[in-house]
């Protein structure tokens, strides 16, 4: 904040006020002495004078002596006081001496660089910190004004701010760039002290320059990071909504019916990638997506090119792509005047993602799943758009990969279902309203229960939930565990007593169904083997039926997983089969023992000769195999007829008995042991 022409010489500063203090006041008591005694002096030898003289007897002697005595005391008691007061004019100076040299100590090893300026802004002092930080030694820093290094812009305020210290004499903080010797531009922070004279006036500024260079690009970093994905360096949630609501403020000056639009993105099964090939692959995979996301947002999409200049500097291209956390990124489209506008960016988006990414020399092709909001007059909150561009991503990943959906009112609907779902959920397990219901399994060529399948049922007041409605809920959620868990247990304990009270052979077996959540569980082969011991069951009673999909997503996996759970000595069932991948040669390869036929293929096979030749076809290459086949959803005699023809073993449906809880199904064991199953309807 220093200011002036040509700068002086430290050595010519101007005296400070308390040496020249000092320096007045030795004189007048030189001056006073030599007066003082001078007169004395006078005094004494006039006394002596022969004019002076009287009567020369004893008694003017005598007086003329005391006289004598007395000044001459007077004068020694003076040059003591004298002596004295110079001791202490020495003492004083002494000590300005030692907090001089204390200044220039601290000055010249200050880190922050000290300067002194008269009131014509002329600098009277530089501290070598000077040279230190921005590289001038003292001779440069005499051949130049600080003000022509101090940068354009910043120029009006520190002359401002200096006026003002020495008018006011008070100084304010300041921060101002200055060009270092090499060229470079620090950032100074820069603060004023007056120094005033007797009369209060301000005579000198100190001042005070820190270099706080490094300390604000750190506040930089910090706020670039509070803002920006550490991984990508694109912005994050709290940026993107920022910008989000920038734009819902200039979409309320348009008229037109979409103004704006967001496009939720999301990596269709980017996890089995990062747990599959570790997260540092998945970490560079992120970081091409971003790259690739933002060349393929050309300016026209991503910016309104009726936004004025100022706002078009707020919300540049870069700001309208976001990453939201782990493989979710976000599209503002500004502008838009039909949700065809929207669709073909997401679909641009889509065609640039199929192109295989090179990520440590191994080729990669993913796909994305788009949900996209379009701006209406009923939104008021930008977080409202962001959450329903999700939930229609999500709708986007149920219909299939690599989709986009466009948020409709009953999307909203669902999501707000789907949430209360949720909630609901979570407090039924913690009052345990859920229940295990048993559906008989029948051998058709013996007519005989051989086994169950355990169903979880919601017990509500108001009446019984069917999984249908909740069981994917629970799954999705990660709540499925702890309730398949319980089911499991009480299942087990419950087979192994009816084994003590129904013998028979081969037992009667428990077939469980094993959620996608909980095939990918580690742990789940030791967890099983637990609650096997405790239950003390026999592992062959005990049949895991797993969906196809699950099976066929990972199939490397699978295998292993199915291997462990094989090793326990459980039977293993492919579940719906026939609802997904739909191929035995890619089945064969994992260790089941039974196909169970998917409930749709069974329920036409009465009615449609080609839905019975398809059910035909399963049983004769399961057979081919050496698997068991189960029918799911019978529900006919017909269908019963029709299934012992073609040679099915197993069955079970609403012909034989619906889902009971565990004390109807025994009682129907009772009634039934040892004949023909008794049917079990209502």
Request: net charge negative; aromatic share 8%; charged share 25%.
């Amino acid at each position: 904040m220093s200011q002036g022409q040509q700068s002086p010489r430290s050595d010519q500063m101007v005296v400070p006020i308390e040496v020249r203090r000092i320096d007045g006041r030795e004189w007048w008591l030189w001056g006073f002495a030599i007066t003082v005694t001078l007169v004395l002096t006078f005094g004494i030898v006039a006394l002596t004078f022969p004019a002076f003289r009287v009567e020369e007897d004893s008694v003017y002697w005598s007086d003329l002596r005391d006289w004598v005595r007395g000044l001459a005391a007077l004068v020694l008691l003076f040059d003591l006081y004298t002596i004295y007061q110079h001791l202490q004019l020495h003492r004083i100076r002494r000590q300005l001496a030692q907090r001089d040299q204390l200044f220039q100590l601290i000055s010249e090893n200050a880190a922050d660089m000290i300067a002194v300026v008269d009131t014509e802004g002329h600098r009277l002092y530089n501290s070598p910190a000077y040279e230190k930080v921005l590289g001038y030694s003292a001779e440069e820093l005499k051949a130049t004004s600080s003000i022509e290094q101090i940068h354009a812009d910043d120029r009006p305020r520190v002359l401002e701010a200096a006026e003002k210290a020495r008018r006011t004499g008070r100084g304010e903080r300041l921060e101002y760039r200055i060009r270092h010797k090499d060229g470079s531009w620090r950032i100074l922070e820069s603060t004023a002290s007056a120094i005033r004279n007797a009369k209060g006036e301000t005579t000198r500024l100190v001042i005070v320059n820190r270099d706080i260079t490094e300390r604000k690009r750190a506040e930089e970093m910090l706020a670039h990071n509070a803002l920006h994905d550490g991984l990508t360096g694109l912005p994050n949630r709290a940026l993107f909504l920022d910008r989000l609501q920038h734009a819902f403020a200039r979409s309320e000056r348009h008229t037109s019916p979409y103004k704006l639009a967001v496009l939720f993105i999301d990596v269709d099964q980017f996890k089995v990638y990062n747990d599959s090939l570790g997260h540092g692959v998945g970490d560079e995979l992120l970081i091409q997506i971003g790259q690739r996301l933002a060349t393929s947002l050309r300016g026209f999409d991503t910016i309104s090119r009726q936004v004025a200049a100022k706002e078009l500097e707020a919300s540049t291209a870069a700001d309208t792509l976001a990453r939201l956390g782990g493989d979710e990124f976000a599209v503002l489209l500004d502008d838009v005047q039909d949700p065809s506008d929207g669709i073909r960016v997401a679909e641009r988006i889509q065609e640039k993602l199929k192109a295989p990414f090179q990520v440590n020399g191994q080729e990669m092709v993913i796909s994305a799943s788009i949900g996209i909001a379009l701006r209406t007059a009923h939104y008021t909150q930008s977080e409202d758009l962001l959450r329903d561009a999700e939930i229609a991503m999500y709708r986007a990943k149920r219909a299939g990969k690599a989709c986009c959906e466009v948020f409709d009112t009953a999307m909203h609907s669902g999501a707000v279902h789907r949430l209360k779902l949720e909630t609901e959920l979570r407090k039924a397990l913690e009052l345990g309203e859920f229940r295990v219901h048993y559906q008989p399994v029948v051998s058709l060529r013996s007519g005989k229960i051989v086994g169950f399948e355990a169903l979880s049922r919601w017990q509500r007041p108001e009446g019984v939930v069917l999984p249908g409605e909740f069981i994917k809920v629970l799954d999705e959620t990660g709540l499925i565990l702890p309730v398949n868990r319980a089911l499991l247990r009480e299942a087990c304990e419950l087979l192994r007593s009816w084994h003590s009270r129904f013998s028979s052979e081969p037992p009667l077996t428990m077939s469980v169904n094993i959620t996608p959540k909980q095939f990918a569980q580690p742990e789940l082969a030791s967890e099983i083997g637990l609650i096997l011991e405790q239950a003390g069951l026999p592992a062959s009673s005990l049949q895991l039926e797993i969906t196809e999909t699950i099976a066929m997503g990972d199939p490397e996996r699978a295998g292993r997983v199915l291997s462990e759970l094989k090793a326990l000595g459980v039977r293993l069932s492919i579940d719906d089969f026939g609802t997904g991948y739909s191929s035995l040669s890619r089945l064969q390869r994992f260790p089941f023992d039974t196909l169970k036929i998917d409930r749709s293929f069974i329920s036409n096979m009465d009615k449609d000769a080609e839905g019975r030749e398809i059910v035909r076809t399963i049983i004769v290459l399961a057979h081919n195999l050496d698997l068991t086949v189960v029918a799911e959803g019978t529900e006919t005699e017909e269908q019963i007829s029709q299934l012992k023809q073609l040679d099915c073993e197993l069955a079970q449906g609403y012909f034989f008995s619906r889902p009971a809880n565990a004390e109807a199904i025994g009682e129907l064991l009772a009634k039934s042991y040892g004949g023909q199953v008794t049917v079990l309807k209502g």
